[in-house]
């Protein structure tokens, strides 16, 4: 009981002994991710991507509110893409926009990514995290299982996927990996299900330039279909890299220590994000962003809570991804055994309010066989007998039995 009553005791002392007056230290800013020489064109193609896929998506959902990661769906075709082979290796290049880079090449850019993003602000939370679940007893190659743990950091584990706890035990793992902003990703596990790519991101990032809770207030929203409605607005006065081209504004709202960022894009009057996103191509972007300027600006901004899902099916394939779906896959990095890919489920997550955003994505791309190998499975992973015979009498030479068996 001493202990509990002298805690509170203590932190209140320091508490009234700090200076009520002394700032909020502000985040060194951070220094540039280093990318090596022939790497960065690779960012400029996945850009692309980006804003591909938003679009693809937005057309084939049909909704008015469309939230993804293209970082997840990139990493997770990723690992996909070492496992695939001719034609169907060339048109998930087409679909992520993937050219003029060896293999070597984009397996370290995913892996330098992936190691360096979430270390480059202490003060904001990012994780990225891959994950491979095959059913138990199935083929697959070692070099693909190697590549994915080398390039991806995968968790790589071999599952009973008829058992009723494989899909809790996928789930637990996105859950876990989101914060719990994503607690589930598969329903079920089809009987033809032989394997899981899954990517998981989640990002917590606090504003460099925070608003204040006092200054929100209701305001006016109006929507596509020019309908209004009422909404939190948070407000705030400051200075903000700025730019506006021929149809939008873009204002850039740091997090932490600058490394990452929030760019809010709003269409001038008489345009619609579609106009917006019609122009959008990695080039334009680029060169906005390099327009851009500090200066003074009243921003107003709507607290906003968002979740979507998404089959990624038919996107992937109107974006040149055809025969990963169809029987005409070719997968033969992976296993001996024929394989597609049998869907692609996105699930993301976002809030954004006066303090930050904290958002999370996961990927996750089912695999099943087309043809399921025509042999049991013998698999001595525990306690054996064996006999050593003469088959034309039968008499037995040698028994035993193995408890346990030492590495030889």
């Not at 690992?79 to 370290?108: P, R």
């Not at 950091?153 to 899909?167: G, M, R």
Request: hydrophobic fraction near 40%.
């Amino acid at each position: 009981m001493k202990k509990i009553l002298i805690i509170p005791f203590i932190v209140i002392l320091i508490t009234c002994c700090s200076n009520q007056n002394e700032p909020i230290p502000v985040p060194v800013d951070a220094k540039p991710i280093s990318l090596r020489v022939g790497l960065e064109k690779r960012i400029s193609q996945d850009n692309d991507f980006a804003f591909d896929l938003l679009n693809k998506t937005i057309e084939n959902s049909g909704e008015t509110n469309v939230f993804i990661s293209p970082l997840s769906v990139s990493i997770a075709f990723g690992m996909v893409w070492n496992g695939a082979n001719g034609n169907t290796k060339t048109e998930i290049e087409t679909a992520l926009k993937m050219s003029g880079m060896s293999v070597a090449d984009i397996n370290d850019y995913y892996k330098i990514l992936q190691t360096t993003l979430p270390t480059i602000d202490p003060t904001t939370k990012l994780s990225i995290a891959n994950s491979l679940w095959y059913r138990t007893g199935f083929p697959i190659k070692q070099d693909f299982l190697k590549i994915n743990s080398d390039y991806f950091n995968a968790y790589i584990k071999e599952l009973d996927f008829s058992q009723a706890w494989a899909v809790d035990t996928i789930n637990n793992w996105c859950s876990k990996k989101t914060n719990k902003l994503i607690p589930t990703i598969i329903d079920q596990i089809p009987s033809d299900a032989v394997m899981y790519l899954v990517n998981a991101v989640y990002f917590k990032g606090i504003w460099r330039k925070q608003f204040e809770t006092k200054n929100t207030s209701e305001m006016d929203f109006t929507n596509e279909a020019g309908i209004k409605s009422t909404v939190n607005m948070m407000v705030q006065k400051d200075t903000f890299a700025y730019a506006q081209t021929d149809n939008a504004q873009y204002l850039e709202m740091p997090y932490g220590n600058k490394a990452f960022s929030m760019s809010v894009i709003l269409p001038l009057d008489g345009k619609t994000t579609a106009d917006v996103l019609n122009t959008l191509t990695a080039a334009n972007w680029a060169n906005t962003l390099n327009s851009m300027s500090v200066r003074e600006v009243m921003v107003s901004m709507p607290r906003f809570k968002q979740q979507n899902q998404f089959k990624l099916n038919e996107v992937l394939q109107n974006m040149g991804m055809k025969l990963a779906f169809t029987d005409m896959a070719d997968f033969s990095n992976i296993s001996t055994v024929q394989m597609l890919i049998s869907e692609v489920i996105h699930k993301t997550y976002v809030t954004v309010d006066e303090v930050g955003t904290e958002a999370a994505a996961v990927t996750s791309i089912g695999m099943t066989a087309t043809a399921m190998p025509e042999y049991m499975i013998f698999k001595v992973n525990k306690p054996f007998i064996f006999v050593i015979r003469e088959k034309s009498t039968g008499v037995i030479l040698f028994i035993g039995k193995m408890g346990n068996v030492d590495k030889y």
